[in-house]
């Protein structure tokens, strides 16, 4: 597809459980970032992905959060034992990096609900 | 720390009156500036880009930014709002080949 793809669209989960969010960027972007959004708290980075490495992992609320990318194209975030804190939408967006012209592409989202 | 700052969380205007939304920036030397929107139920999409050369920006439907570097600012400007211009704003800020760091967003509600 065009743009950015992220699956599944709704999450539901219960406490205590493990979820993986699924990002597929645009074909060619070398840099992949995710983000949380929550009501009132706009957008929170989490991490940032140049090809396979992460230079910037900074934005992880705990260590329960991580994310891997691999071939330089799929990437996925995992959360264990989810919080209902953790409850938020998830949005992964790609950039072609290396060049001054950093305009983000974002997908729709993964809205997550902890129970 | 770099950070973006929104002076507006919430705002609420009339149609056709006169939109100004702040955002300061507190990077040092040369910045790229956006401004992202998301209207109710869509993408973050990108409205407007300052990389180099003019300072007043013009985007899509009618919006512009001004980038004022001795203010650290880039505020966002539209002359004459429409209702169908309720959204979510978001300024965001990189310095070359780095990340993004966006400002926590706008919440702009325009009364018919």
């Known amino acids: 597809g065009a743009g950015v793809s992220q699956s599944p669209s709704n999450k539901v989960t219960e406490k205590g459980k493990d979820v993986e969010l699924r990002c597929d960027p645009i074909s060619g972007h070398t840099a992949l970032y995710w983000y949380r959004q929550s009501l009132g708290q706009g957008l929170e980075f989490l991490i940032y992905f140049q090809g396979n490495s992460a230079p910037d992992k900074s934005g992880l609320p705990s260590d329960r959060f991580s994310a891997e990318r691999t071939g330089g194209s799929v990437s996925t975030l995992t959360i264990q034992r989810t919080q209902q804190e953790d409850s938020a939408v998830y949005l992964c967006a790609s950039s072609f990096a290396g060049d001054s012209y950093n305009e983000q592409f974002f997908g729709p989202g993964t809205r997550l609900t902890v129970l | 720390a770099q950070s973006v700052s929104q002076h507006n969380h919430h705002v609420i205007l009339s149609e056709a009156a006169s939109l100004e939304l702040g955002c300061n920036y507190s990077?040092?030397?040369?910045?790229?500036l956006f401004w992202y929107v998301q209207y109710p139920g869509q993408h973050l999409q990108l409205l407007l880009k300052y990389f180099s050369g003019d300072p007043l920006v013009k985007g899509i439907k009618g919006f512009e930014a001004e980038f004022i570097k001795s203010k650290f600012s880039f505020n966002l400007r539209k002359p004459s709002v429409q209702w169908s211009d309720t959204a979510e704003y978001f300024c965001a800020v990189n310095r070359r080949d780095d990340k993004i760091i966006f400002g926590k967003g706008t919440r702009l509600h325009i009364l018919p």
């Open positions: 990077y040092g030397g040369t910045v790229n």
